[in-house]
């Protein structure tokens, strides 16, 4: 069986596409009222009942997860770049993972 040729006109709408998801996942942060909750609750940490102390350690699972995540969207991005250098539609590296 033979593998159909790539439509070649469909490349920069593809590469465009996975850059602009992998720049959305490379420049998440929490949303506020998660982060302050996660402060909140890790300022407090000592004196948590057992229900709170089960929420702060699903939020940092959490937060840690999505970090990750963040920074493997920044390395398929970086990746890409240097796959197609003249590709024109993937990001210069300006996220930052919070």
């Given at each position: ?5 790539p ?6 709408a ?18 506020p ?6 402060d ?13 102390r ?15 995540e963040?920074?493997?969207a ?13 590709a ?10 919070s």
């Amino acid at each position: 069986m033979t593998t159909p040729a790539p439509d070649e006109s469909q490349v920069p709408a593809a590469l465009e596409t996975c850059a602009t998801r992998l720049t959305n996942l490379a420049s998440y942060q929490l949303e506020p009222a998660l982060r302050r909750r996660l402060d909140d609750l890790g300022a407090r940490k000592e004196f948590l009942n057992p229900p709170e102390r089960d929420e702060l350690l699903a939020l940092v699972a959490f937060s840690q997860r999505r970090t990750i995540e963040a920074l493997e969207a920044r390395l398929a991005l970086r990746r890409l770049r240097e796959a197609f250098p003249n590709a024109g539609v993937i990001p210069v590296e300006s996220t930052r993972v919070s």
